[in-house]
């Protein structure tokens, strides 16, 4: 953790957040007989929780890490995307630009608990790519805040869920680039290869071996390769690809790069950490600090992530001492 008690750097930095939209749904209860009508448990429900994912979760993290986020990506006309938007203003974040597509539902991943073992994962999406229409409406959003807002930093946060297509992806990062501000990345499959030229791209570890078609060790030496096959196609500015337990990999536009290992914590669940991560190096743009101290604090964010049950945001306090 750090050692003072500074106020966070991040204060007065506006971001600009593009990408899949989620509510992540968690049920929780009693899990003590099986069916007689199949071999699986019955579940007594006891409580449930409702969390901001995806887009949304990098949303407010970086609302808890002391910046202001512009949430912009798609929801479905239905009751989780009602939610979804009074959780965002709940939590504060009131620029959210969230254009509807009335022929797909909100994604919804509801997690069924018994005894907090997960029994169960139950998505509700469509992940087929958005309809032109909504593209548009969509870059206009992006156009507008680029205009209207004195953004930081751009993040754009893929899941594969149909909200980023390859020509807004490019779209957006030239308008951004005509702008002069930095562009971060959170990847997905899907359009791994549409994000060339961005000041920050941000993998893990599974998806640089699936674009590369092959097994890569959390291994200093196998990750500077890759890394540098991934650079002369996509030529990225600077890469972080997250390890999991083995912390994360980080290289600049210079030729430096490095390990840093994970922080000794109890790892709870993983789910979220990423979004964590890709906050602290996108709010770190934003107010231009330094990569190195980004970083650091980024490996401290996915570890405070990952001791918490479920997707949780991490908050500029939880980096501190």
């Given at each position: 953790?750090?050692?003072?008690?500074?106020?966070?750097?991040?204060?007065?930095?506006?971001?600009?957040?593009?990408?899949?939209?989620?509510?992540?749904?968690?049920?929780?209860?009693?899990?003590?007989?099986?069916?007689?009508?199949?071999?699986?448990?019955?579940?007594?429900?006891?409580?449930?929780?409702?969390?901001?994912?995806g887009?949304a979760n990098?949303?407010?993290?970086?609302?808890?890490?002391?910046?202001?986020?512009?949430?912009?990506?798609?929801?479905?006309?239905?009751?989780p995307?009602?939610?979804?938007?009074?959780?965002?203003?709940?939590?504060?974040?009131?620029?959210?630009?969230?254009?509807?597509?009335?022929?797909?539902?909100?994604?919804?991943?509801?997690?069924?608990?018994?005894?907090?073992?997960?029994?169960?994962?139950?998505?509700?999406?469509?992940?087929?790519?958005?309809?032109?229409?909504?593209?548009?409406?969509?870059?206009?959003?992006?156009?507008?805040?680029?205009?209207?807002?004195?953004?930081?930093?751009?993040?754009?946060?893929?899941?594969?869920?149909?909200?980023?297509?390859?020509?807004?992806?490019?779209?957006?990062?030239?308008?951004?680039?005509?702008?002069?501000?930095?562009?971060?990345?959170?990847?997905?499959?899907?359009?791994?290869?549409?994000?060339?030229?961005?000041?920050?791209?941000?993998?893990?570890?599974?998806?640089i071996?699936?674009?590369?078609?092959?097994?890569?060790?959390?291994?200093?030496?196998?990750?500077?390769?890759?890394?540098?096959?991934?650079?002369?196609?996509?030529?990225?500015?600077?890469t972080?690809?997250?390890?999991?337990?083995?912390?994360?990999?980080?290289?600049?536009?210079?030729?430096?790069?490095?390990?840093?290992?994970?922080?000794?914590?109890?790892?709870?669940?993983?789910?979220?950490?990423?979004?964590?991560?890709?906050?602290?190096?996108?709010?770190?743009?934003?107010?231009?600090?330094?990569?190195?101290?980004?970083?650091?604090?980024?490996?401290?964010?996915?570890?405070?992530?990952?001791?918490?049950?479920?997707?949780?945001?991490?908050?500029?306090?939880?980096?501190?001492?």
């Amino acid at each position: 953790m750090i050692s003072d008690d500074r106020p966070s750097p991040f204060r007065d930095s506006a971001v600009l957040v593009l990408g899949d939209l989620m509510l992540d749904h968690y049920v929780y209860g009693r899990a003590e007989r099986i069916s007689p009508e199949a071999p699986v448990p019955v579940l007594d429900w006891e409580r449930e929780e409702w969390r901001l994912g995806g887009a949304a979760n990098v949303a407010l993290n970086l609302k808890t890490l002391g910046a202001e986020p512009v949430l912009i990506g798609m929801l479905g006309d239905d009751e989780p995307a009602d939610r979804l938007r009074a959780m965002l203003a709940g939590h504060g974040i009131a620029e959210a630009r969230t254009p509807k597509d009335p022929g797909r539902p909100t994604t919804v991943k509801t997690r069924f608990f018994g005894k907090n073992q997960q029994l169960l994962r139950l998505d509700r999406e469509s992940v087929d790519d958005h309809p032109t229409a909504v593209g548009a409406e969509l870059l206009a959003q992006v156009e507008n805040a680029l205009s209207e807002k004195r953004i930081g930093a751009v993040v754009i946060q893929d899941y594969d869920k149909g909200t980023l297509t390859p020509a807004l992806i490019a779209a957006v990062c030239t308008l951004a680039a005509e702008r002069g501000v930095p562009v971060a990345v959170d990847p997905k499959k899907k359009n791994f290869g549409a994000y060339r030229q961005v000041d920050l791209f941000k993998p893990n570890l599974k998806e640089i071996g699936q674009a590369l078609g092959r097994e890569i060790r959390p291994e200093l030496a196998h990750l500077k390769r890759a890394d540098a096959e991934l650079r002369q196609t996509l030529r990225y500015r600077k890469t972080v690809i997250t390890l999991g337990e083995n912390g994360l990999y980080w290289s600049d536009e210079s030729g430096n790069s490095g390990l840093l290992p994970a922080n000794r914590l109890s790892v709870v669940d993983v789910c979220g950490a990423g979004d964590s991560v890709v906050s602290v190096l996108s709010a770190g743009m934003a107010v231009q600090m330094p990569f190195g101290e980004a970083v650091r604090l980024a490996n401290l964010a996915g570890g405070v992530a990952c001791t918490r049950k479920g997707v949780a945001p991490v908050a500029w306090e939880d980096l501190v001492s």
